[in-house]
């Protein structure tokens, strides 16, 4: 049975840093693009921020230059380091893995696997 558990969500004020985890378990880890979602309340889910197989990691605009993505494969554990938080990432954060064929390596298909979610919260 596939798990992703998220951790590191909380309450912080606009200007600080926080850093989430995913830990995976049930799958080989390496073998998936895995990423971050977000949603706010009354907002569609939003794509975050997420890291190939290959390692190459692609984020969203509103994101860009204060949140940073990485994975460690041995530890099965997806990170995401956000800084320069503002009010408006407020929002449960969900982890996401999706299987990658290793013949396309950079791709990051339809989710497969989904976390429960962590809220982040932040004050102005």
């Known amino acids: 049975q596939v798990q992703l558990v998220e951790s590191g969500g909380g309450s912080v004020q606009a200007g600080g840093s926080l850093r989430l985890s995913c830990v995976g378990s049930?799958?080989?880890?390496?073998?998936?693009?895995m990423g971050w979602v977000r949603q706010a309340p009354g907002k569609e889910r939003e794509g975050v921020a997420h890291i190939a197989r290959s390692g190459t990691t692609t984020y969203a605009d509103s994101v860009r230059g204060r949140f940073t993505i990485s994975r460690d494969n041995d530890k099965k554990t997806l990170y995401l380091e956000m800084d320069s938080l503002k009010p408006d990432d407020t929002a449960m954060y969900y982890c996401a893995a999706a299987y990658t064929s290793p013949y396309n390596t950079e791709s990051c298909p339809t989710t497969d696997y989904w976390g429960q979610g962590t809220q982040v919260t932040v004050s102005s």
């Open positions: 049930g799958l080989t880890y390496s073998n998936y693009c």
